[in-house]
């Protein structure tokens, strides 16, 4: 079958949820026996977000291949189902690295470089990429930002023409907008997105359907106005009220007629019928009222959800399997250190302490950490996490009053946190680190082997420091358990505490591997042992 492709534009604001309607598209096509990959282009010049700040850029999302990614591959991933690579998202700095790299070679034979055709044939041969290493019939393609935005010109101009390269009946254009509502004529408005149509237009793209997002109601007569006024088919202007529960959205655009109408218009051919029924039943499950636990998030990036986007997700799936309601109270680890915060901490029946890089509110991190050990609270430390849970562990434990990762002090005497061997003559700080999929051998007879039910799993990592080996057996002797390490026996994957009811730490990612139907086994035990000690 010809690869098709379904590429997603946006319109008038940002952040109307472009990469979750993406996702659930592709698992439209998905539930109708299509193989489906998903790829993202972002225009900023960054060679990756990698070395972006979270505030900047919300989460780093980490592929198996090692790939530092934007976050919306973490939607398309949990919603499709699907593991992408190294090709699934790229930006503007990665394609002009690329072209400068071959004029500098000389691959261009004198030849002067220009956006059109070089920038553009990059963008293309990178899009290309995505169908060949996948085989898929289908390529969702998301343009990161809005359309009229300098940045992404060279991406849309590089659509138009790839229209035209591969047929114009193998791509379709979805262009994702936002109806602002006005409170005092409390109305909807399609101007905006009747603009944006029109800017899409100048750039030679005629869009193929209009998701039309809204905070409200979208009356028949909107329909019909955008129709009319976008040159888009009735059947194709799809209004998309917000839902509270993003796993919604598919079952929301399955029944606004979204996948038949692609599959119509792209001629495809569906080899299964969609079953929604376990789909819906967790939709279901997740609107149901459920008995409430709280679990304090402490962290550094808090004000900003958005850099917490795979773990809040992972929380949401493993309280879906244990029928609680997790509210995430946000705690800022540097208010801890300042006494202030700890009101919300005592009230929660869980702490995650997620990762993180440099040391502002690592103190705060490590009392929280103290407090979950000394008050057997259950505790989930997520790379940085089970670090500091490591160093805190040493200081109160072991009793070595200034253990401490030389990440934050290089002069401890007691560098319980080292830099890895690997990493010690490294100077790049872009895509240099510990990156992507690695197995961890889990102990017999230990919690996290328990949560697992397995004896070997493969992880997502993005770390340069570890666990020293030197501690190693003290650690062991005063019940520390080092329940998951690598096969060759040198890095410590999973820390654990022998006398506590759940605290757990991973030098790896689990966040990036949880699914809605299939949850983490380290979030899920969490969760459990939230619940238990908050029923009692
Ligand atoms: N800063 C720590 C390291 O590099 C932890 C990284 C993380 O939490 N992802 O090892």
């Known amino acids: 079958m010809t690869t098709?492709?379904?590429?997603?534009?946006?319109?008038?604001?940002?952040?109307?949820?472009?990469?979750?309607?993406?996702?659930?598209?592709?698992?439209?096509?998905?539930?109708?026996?299509?193989?489906?990959?998903?790829?993202?282009?972002?225009?900023?010049?960054?060679?990756?977000?990698?070395?972006?700040?979270?505030?900047?850029?919300?989460?780093?999302?980490v592929l198996d291949d090692g790939a530092e990614t934007d976050l919306d591959l973490g939607h398309y991933e949990r919603f499709i189902d699907i593991r992408l690579g190294r090709f699934s998202n790229f930006t503007t700095g990665q394609v002009y690295a690329e072209v400068i790299g071959n004029e500098r070679r000389g691959d261009y034979l004198g030849g002067t470089i220009q956006v059109i055709p070089h920038i553009t044939n990059e963008i293309k041969r990178r899009i290309g990429l995505a169908a060949r290493e996948t085989g898929a019939d289908i390529v969702i393609l998301e343009v990161g930002g809005t359309v009229g935005d300098i940045e992404s010109?060279?991406?849309?101009?590089?659509?138009?023409?790839?229209?035209?390269?591969?047929?114009?009946?193998?791509?379709?254009?979805?262009?994702?907008?936002?109806?602002p509502y006005i409170g005092a004529t409390q109305e909807l408005k399609t101007k905006p997105t009747q603009h944006s149509v029109a800017a899409l237009r100048s750039i030679g793209i005629s869009p193929n359907m209009i998701i039309a997002r809204s905070d409200f109601p979208v009356e028949e007569g909107l329909r019909d106005k955008i129709a009319l006024f976008c040159d888009v088919d009735k059947r194709a202007v799809v209004p998309m009220v917000t839902t509270p529960v993003l796993y919604e959205v598919p079952l929301l655009l399955e029944k606004a007629g979204v996948a038949d109408y692609l599959i119509e218009k792209l001629g495809l051919q569906a080899t299964a019928q969609p079953d929604w029924g376990p789909w819906r039943d967790m939709v279901e499950r997740v609107k149901k009222p459920k008995m409430a636990v709280k679990i304090a998030l402490v962290?550094?990036?808090?004000?900003?959800?958005?850099?917490?986007?795979?773990?809040?997700?992972?929380?949401?799936?493993?309280?879906?399997?244990?029928?609680?309601?997790?509210?995430?109270?946000?705690?800022?680890?540097?208010?801890?250190?300042?006494?202030?915060?700890?009101?919300?901490?005592?009230?929660?029946?869980?702490?995650?302490?997620?990762g993180g890089f440099g040391s502002r509110g690592t103190e705060g991190k490590i009392q929280a950490a103290k407090y979950a050990r000394e008050n057997k609270v259950p505790y989930l430390g997520l790379c940085l996490g089970m670090q500091l849970m490591c160093i805190e562990f040493a200081r109160n434990v072991l009793g070595y009053e200034d253990a401490n990762s030389t990440e934050f002090d290089r002069s401890t005497t007691h560098p319980v946190i080292d830099l890895m061997l690997d990493q010690r003559s490294i100077t790049d700080m872009g895509g240099t680190m510990r990156l992507g999929l690695y197995p961890c051998i889990l102990q017999p007879g230990t919690k996290a082997a328990e949560a697992y039910g397995e004896k070997r799993?493969?992880?997502?990592?993005?770390?340069?420091?570890?666990?020293?080996?030197?501690?190693?057996?003290?650690?062991?002797?005063?019940?520390?358990?080092?329940?998951?390490?690598?096969?060759?026996?040198k890095l410590v994957e999973i820390a654990e505490i022998r006398d506590h009811p759940y605290m757990i730490g991973s030098q790896f990612h689990p966040e990036f591997l949880s699914r809605p139907m299939r949850p983490h086994p380290l979030f899920v035990g969490l969760v459990k042992a939230v619940k238990e000690r908050a029923i009692i």
């Open 457 to 489: 799993v493969e992880e997502r990592h993005r770390h340069r420091w570890e666990v020293n080996n030197a501690y190693r057996k003290e650690y062991e002797q005063a019940g520390m358990v080092f329940s998951g390490i690598s096969p060759d026996g």
């Open 153 to 179: 010109q060279p991406f849309l101009e590089a659509l138009r023409q790839l229209r035209n390269e591969v047929g114009r009946q193998n791509v379709f254009f979805i262009h994702v907008t936002w109806l």
């Open 4 to 61: 098709k492709y379904l590429f997603f534009t946006g319109g008038v604001v940002s952040s109307v949820g472009k990469g979750v309607t993406a996702a659930a598209t592709g698992l439209l096509l998905k539930s109708r026996g299509l193989k489906v990959t998903a790829q993202k282009l972002d225009p900023y010049i960054n060679v990756d977000p990698g070395t972006m700040s979270p505030y900047q850029h919300g989460e780093v999302y």
């Open 299 to 354: 962290g550094k990036y808090v004000e900003l959800k958005d850099a917490y986007m795979s773990v809040r997700e992972s929380i949401k799936h493993a309280a879906l399997a244990q029928d609680v309601e997790v509210d995430i109270q946000w705690v800022h680890s540097a208010d801890l250190e300042k006494g202030k915060g700890w009101d919300l901490v005592r009230a929660a029946d869980g702490i995650i302490v997620p």
